[in-house]
């Protein structure tokens, strides 16, 4: 297969779960208007998801193109041998790229720098399909240099991509309320009930389910947590704006006063890197884990 192909095979299977949400948005608008619970607030706050695709969308295709363009500069010049694309490579790119995107994911919510992109995604009170879609417009920047390590050891940027591309469009159906839980499938696969753990504040729920396709990673690295009742979304602190400009830079204000503030550099970056609930009053202690409370509330 060249990587032309590949491409192809990328942009169908893209193309693919999009129709699959889709139908599942229809799904949920048709059930919402018929059990009357569609509601103003659900519909604005879906408006606001999709809207941040806009400025996302414009930054990531500059931070993808400038990221290939990379890869390809250092596995031409620097990496000495590269996988051929079969069957077998493509199949183990995904898996390659699951994994970088659990750890890509877990490192999101425990960096506070990181958070302030991410906390975009969990910011929605609701869970459908409209959710996948909602996005800080730089997230992309730490998924370009976290896949480094895979052209350098040998998988071909187009193999990367291809397992991004896939990893990411697969996620567009998980979030809904319309699927119940899948039996088997919820040891081994990211579902529905998964990811909307993910997406609960509650305490038991905090900074779970990182996963992308599989599953398996959070039962191998100890952040598995299965649904045991609906969770409540968004973000732990009082956060329901439908402004798409406050969801998309919601965190970043405090984030720099408490940077602006620090009385040293270490606290200065303690505020940049460490878990986004660490204060100086924690000191070295493990904070909770409740990466959805910033330091501040703002």
């Given amino acids: ?37 569609l509601g103003k607030q659900r519909v604005l706050d879906m408006l606001t998801s999709v809207s941040t695709q806009l400025p996302s969308f414009l930054i990531q295709v500059f931070v993808i193109g400038f990221a290939y363009l990379g890869y390809l500069k250092l596995s031409d010049s620097l990496i000495g041998w590269t996988f051929s694309i079969n069957g077998w490579t493509i199949l183990a790119a995904v898996l390659a790229c699951d994994f970088v995107y659990y750890w890509e994911h877990r490192c999101s919510h425990v960096i506070r720098l990181l958070w302030t992109q991410h906390a975009v995604h969990h910011s929605s009170r609701f869970m459908n399909i409209a959710v ?72 038991k729920y905090l900074d779970k389910n990182y996963g992308g396709i599989l599953i398996i990673w959070d039962r191998m690295f100890g952040s598995y947590q299965s649904e045991e009742e609906t969770p409540r979304y968004g973000l732990k602190r009082d956060f329901n704006a439908l402004n798409p400009f406050h969801v998309c830079f919601s965190e970043i204000p405090g984030l720099y006063r408490d940077v602006r503030d620090a009385p040293s550099v270490k606290q200065a970056m303690m505020h940049l890197f460490a878990h986004p609930s660490w204060t100086p009053e924690s000191g070295n202690q493990t904070p909770v884990a409740t990466s959805k409370i910033p330091s501040k509330v703002l």
């Fill in 1 to 37: 297969m060249t990587a032309e192909e590949l491409d192809l095979l990328a942009t169908s299977i893209d193309d693919s779960f999009f129709l699959i949400g889709v139908g599942v948005l229809i799904y949920e608008l048709l059930r919402g208007l018929a059990n009357n619970s």
């Fill in 132 to 203: 996948a879609a909602r996005f800080g417009p730089l997230e992309g920047v730490a998924s370009a240099v976290l896949h480094l390590p895979l052209i350098i050891i040998g998988f071909p940027p187009a193999l990367v991509f291809f397992g991004i591309v896939t990893v990411l469009a697969y996620q567009t159906w998980l979030h809904t309320e319309t699927i119940g839980r899948l039996g088997m499938l919820e040891k081994l696969l990211n579902t529905p009930s998964n990811h909307r753990v993910h997406h609960g504040c509650d305490e």
